[in-house]
């Protein structure tokens, strides 16, 4: 299946060039929507016509009717139509449509799915008479790279470690995301914004600290941890808060890991320290704290937390708050 990436998309049409049909999904709906936003922004009212996914259904006769009329004063129409479920009749009209699309008219689906169903005929044909994009969820590292250049265009600097405190406790998504940068860059007061201002720009209560978690898993403080857990669990969508406790959870681990690997190398603390980015005043007590540990049980710890991932994507009956729970339980055992 013929597939653009969104920036070859994005070049394509800002070049002119467009295929009879196209096909956009992904997770990542803040891209998509501004790909949507283009074809909005630069086709007349004329040639342009776009159907919801819950009028879609009810108008399949009018898509139809729009994809076969000629432009009016333009080289081109547009037809936006956001997929519907179970949208058979519409498919079937689709598929009949694309065996011989009109030159000049640009049918555009788009959908929330994470991906194209390969199965799904009309995929095919749209792959044929044109071209799939799927927008993927940022990668983190991603995310961070996007978040500081953002940031940096807005006349703020930040450390590296800001930003990916900033994406580990908003997410990846682009749209979160750069809502969270623009409400920061006012925050901030100077033309440096900290470690501080990151977690008071996120509006964090005094027991929500980011960076209690982290500092609660590394001392192995069952009951601190699944007090703090309890409330932090059921401050937002519980199965978001799960995965975010998540990411805080493995972070430490492998912090603690890498630095039980380095401590065994034989490489001073002040070096441990400079490798880790380890903070002064949020990374108090680090040492100490390692000291609790052996390297064994970090590996194992390290497994649970990979395990207990597999198995909150995998089977989605589970309750992700009773899994975080097993697991801090199972971290902070003696």
Known sequence: MPELSPSQLSQEWKSGVYRPAYYLCGEESFSRKAALSFIKKNADSFNFR??????????????ISELLSLPVFSERRFVIVEIPDAGAALKKALLEYLKSP?????????????????????????SRQGAVCVFPKLKENEAVSQALKLINKNGKNISREACELLVREVGADWGLLSQEIEKLCLFAEGPE???????????????????LLPRLIEKRDKKAVL????????????????????????????????????????????????NLRLHPYWDKGFFENLASVNEEKLKKNLMSCLETEMKLKSQSWLSPQVEIEILASELCKN
């Open 50 to 63: 776009e159907f919801s996914k819950a009028t879609a259904l009810a108008k399949t006769s009018e898509i």
């Open 102 to 126: 009109l030159v000049s008219s640009v049918l555009i689906l788009h959908s929330d799915e994470p991906k194209p169903d390969l199965r799904d005929s009309l995929f095919h044909e749209i």
């Open 193 to 211: 914004v900290s470690l501080k201002e990151v977690s008071l720009s996120l509006g964090y209560r005094k027991e929500s600290d980011p960076f």
């Open 227 to 274: 007090t703090h857990l309890y409330f932090f669990l059921n401050e937002g969508k519980t199965q978001d808060q799960a995965f975010r406790a998540l990411s805080q959870i493995s972070a430490v681990i492998v912090k603690q890991l890498k630095a039980k690997v380095m401590l065994a190398s034989g490489l001073q603390k002040s070096m441990i320290e400079k």
